[in-house]
């Protein structure tokens, strides 16, 4: 790693509140997991990454379908946004264009993210 992006990290560590020093280190660790480990060799030597469980951000009881994606792209941050895109938008359009009800589509879209979820963990 470059040293000025090893400093970078460090500094934005100390800077953050414990519990989002935290998440920056499940996030760092995830992205390791995902993409550190290219050749067998590696896998095998390398210690398992625990993909971080998603953070507690409690459903309030008026919501928007906006706000709902955006608590959930915040519960999932170890999720890949774009493989969730194609998804996303076609129930965010049965809403928009179709009128579909607030409260199915953000239900819907809340076993979307943590089905995504579910098979990443598994995957691992």
Known sequence: MPDNIEKRLTEIAQRLPAAQAAA???FAE????????DSAEESRSAPAVEIPAPLDIPRPAEESVVKAVKR????????DA???LNETS??????VM????KIEVIEELEILF????ERVAGDK
Not at 30 to 37: E, T
């Open 24 to 26: 920056l280190l499940e």
């Open 30 to 37: 995830f992205l390791l997991w995902r993409h550190g480990n």
């Open 72 to 79: 959930l792209r915040a519960t999932y941050p170890m999720l």
């Open 82 to 84: 774009r493989k969730l």
């Open 90 to 95: 076609a129930i965010l359009t049965q809403h």
């Open 98 to 101: 179709q009128g579909r009800d």
């Open 114 to 117: 943590r089905s995504h979820y």
